[in-house]
């Protein structure tokens, strides 16, 4: 999926939604700071993997409910 539709679709979004948005986008730049960052600081496997594994999860579970709401 496109960024930029994500983004056109998060604008939709009420604002009850927003706290979760946030978080949201966050787990983008989180994925993309802890490849970058562990390029120069050695981080523990483990630790790399629960977080790009619980990152994953979260992001697919949003998507897939993204995709039961109905539009009006």
């Given amino acids: 999926m496109n960024l930029l539709k994500l983004i056109g679709k998060n604008k939709k979004m ?7 948005s946030i978080f949201y986008y966050s787990c ?4 993309v700071l802890t490849i970058i960052l562990s390029k120069f600081v050695v ?5 790399q993997m ?3 594994t619980f990152i994953t999860i979260y ?3 949003h ?3 993204k995709q039961l709401e109905v539009r009006k």
Wanted: hydrophobic share 50%.
């Fill in 43 to 47: 981080i523990p496997l483990m630790a």
């Fill in 59 to 61: 992001i697919g579970s």
């Fill in 28 to 31: 983008y730049v989180i994925i």
């Fill in 63 to 65: 998507d897939s409910l």
């Fill in 14 to 20: 009420k604002n009850e939604n927003m706290g979760n």
């Fill in 50 to 52: 629960f977080l790009y």
